[in-house]
């Protein structure tokens, strides 16, 4: 199932039409290397695929906020400007693909690409608010708290009651946190729209 190359897209339709649906907004990360994937850091798509096209249109028209999730083996500049073309807008936001990055490269070149908010910094497997970093080269660091993956390795209990301390101290330190879905993961484990739905209904209750 993961290397169908239909997944994602997939994925982004039912997940897209569910926040239409529970009027949450969203900002849809997506890639824009031209590199063949298929490997353990490599994205589940490219930017010449037939599905890739698909999903721009898709989130294109459904006026949804979109960002650059980059590979570390292209330089970002190159992905920004490809995926500025592709939507014919410019794009604000950023998260480095496998959390792989050097800061030293990757904020310049943010910075340079004309991006402000960046979402790199965090752990896939842990929920965790990052020490309060500086603005780097001009980029905002939101952390991002939670990410889907963590549900495939622990219990969603346990899951929950750190993430709802860590929102706890998120807001006592009036700071902007993220969390992270990859809509493909809706279709591999269909119990994450349960924990998505929880997820969405404590942030909107802090």
């Not at 920004?80 to 990055?101: D, E, M, V, W």
């Amino acid at each position: 199932m993961l290397f169908n190359p239909n997944l994602f897209l997939h994925g982004i339709e039912r997940l897209l039409k569910f926040n239409q649906n529970q009027h949450t907004n969203a900002i849809w990360l997506i890639g824009a290397t031209n590199q063949h994937t298929f490997y353990r850091k490599g994205l589940r798509y490219h930017s010449k695929d037939s599905a890739y096209a698909a999903a721009i249109t898709l989130l294109k028209t459904a006026e949804v906020e979109i960002g650059l999730h980059s590979v570390s083996s292209e330089p970002i500049v190159e992905q920004c400007n490809r995926l500025t073309n592709a939507l014919g807008k410019h794009i604000n936001y950023h998260r480095s693909h496998y959390l792989n990055f050097n800061p030293k490269i990757l904020y310049p070149q943010l910075h340079q690409a004309g991006i402000t908010t960046d979402f790199s910094t965090g752990a896939s497997r842990d929920i965790l608010l990052p020490q309060q970093a500086k603005n780097m080269e001009g980029v905002t660091l939101t952390p991002t708290i939670l990410f889907d993956n963590i549900f495939f390795f622990q219990n969603p209990e346990k899951v929950f009651d750190q993430f709802k301390q860590t929102l706890l101290e998120a807001q006592a330190q009036q700071r902007d946190v993220a969390v992270l879905f990859h809509p493909e993961n809706f279709i591999i484990n269909p119990k994450l729209w349960e924990y998505y739905e929880e997820v969405l209904r404590l942030v909107k209750e802090g």
